[in-house]
Structures are given as C-alpha cells and as structure tokens.
C-alpha cells in the first residue's frame, strides 16, 4: 500500500508544479501585455516629441542660415562700395608721404658720388631735373591706375602733387642740413641746392609710391 503511494507522489508533484506554472503564467500575462503596451505607447511619444524638436532645430538652422546670407550680403556691398569710394587725400596719406620720402632719400644723403654731382651739374640743368620730377609726379598721380585716388584740385593743380613736392623736397633740404652734409661736402648755395633737388627726386618716387600702394 505504501509502496503504490510512494509511486504516484512523483506524478502528483508534476501535476502539481504545472498547474501553479500555468496559473502564474495566467496571472502576469495581462500585466505583461500591459507593461509591452505600456512601452510601445511610450516609445511613439518620445518618436513624436524627437520628431518634433529635430523639426524646431531645422527651422532654427534655416533661420540663422538666412541672417547668416544677410550679413554675409550687406558685408559684400559694403566692400564694393568701399572699393569704389575713391581715395580722399587725408593727414594718413601725408604721414605715409613722409614716410616714403625719407626711406628712398636717405640711402643716397650720404653717397658721395652725389655730392660731387651736385658740385659739378649747373643750376640750368637742376632746374631741368627739376621739371622732369614734376611732370613725372603728375603723370604717376593723374594718369597712373595703381590707386584709386580722388581728384582734387588746388588751383586747378592736385593737391597730392603740391603734398608730395613740398614734403619730398622739404625733407631732402632738412636731411641735407640736419646732418651737416653741406659742411663736409662744402656746399655752396647753388650746391646745397643742386643736392636738394637731386636727392628729392629719389624722395618724390618714394612718396608717390608709399603714398599710392597700399
């Protein structure tokens, strides 16, 4: 009797088991099926809510690419018309005439084949040198398309022509005394003036130079 007891315990507990396995199974289906649902709802929500801000971000981008080509067209008109505006002669330019007078003038002050020249060359062809730097210096700053410079006019003359020359042989007369030139070439009056205008005539290049290359 025992013995047909012991033999149906096995079986018994199998059944057992199965049936609390299915009805816990029964039991945490819905709360499965509730928690999946529960996901998949929340999943689409944060699709959407992505959807909509990477839509907010793309307006935004459009918006600031638009200010962006805005500003980016206002600087290119403002460079073109800053590159057509002429070049109004100002106290900048003066200060780059000087600038460039004395770099090509002092190199040739203390050239001493100059001094001799300057001994040596009359006042009739010093005046000549003379009027060929002029003329030079007005085709340079009338003619010439390096810079786009303003044409103004002091009695129907360039006023950077009249800057240049007053600058350029100023500068050469002030070196030539500053120095002490005309005491160690011993220099006349009509030689100190001989080397005035040699010496400017490297100072007005330099000057029109500087002046226009910028």
């Excluded at 780059?96 to 001994?119: D, R």
């Excluded at 009359?122 to 303003?150: D, M, P, Q, W």
């Excluded at 005394?177 to 030689?191: D, K, M, N, R, S």
């Excluded at 010496?199 to 226009?212: L, N, Q, R």
Aim: charge should be neutral.
């Amino acid at each position: 009797m025992n013995s047909c007891h012991d033999r149906h315990l096995p079986a018994l507990f199998q059944r057992l088991e199965y049936i609390t396995c299915v009805s816990r199974t029964r039991i945490t289906s819905p709360s499965t099926a509730l928690q999946r649902l529960y996901k998949f709802w929340a999943n689409l929500i944060f699709v959407d809510e992505t959807s909509k801000k990477v839509d907010e971000m793309a307006k935004k981008q459009a918006e600031i690419e638009g200010k962006i080509d805005e500003v980016f067209n206002s600087l290119e008109r403002l460079r073109g018309e800053l590159e057509e505006q002429p070049d109004k002669l100002g106290w900048d330019d003066i200060t780059q005439e000087i600038i460039g007078a004395i770099s090509f003038a002092f190199p040739f002050l203390f050239t001493g084949e100059l001094w001799e020249i300057a001994k040596e060359i009359s006042l009739e062809r010093s005046l000549a040198i003379f009027i060929i730097t002029v003329v030079i210096a007005y085709l340079f700053i009338t003619k010439s398309k390096i810079g786009n410079l303003k044409k103004e006019t002091l009695f129907y003359i360039p006023r950077r022509l009249l800057t240049v020359l007053v600058i350029a042989y100023l500068i050469s007369a002030g070196m030539i005394y500053l120095y002490g030139i005309y005491i160690v070439a011993h220099f006349t009056t009509t030689q100190f003036i001989n080397a005035t205008i040699l010496i400017s005539t490297f100072a007005v290049i330099g000057a029109i130079a500087v002046d226009m290359v910028k």
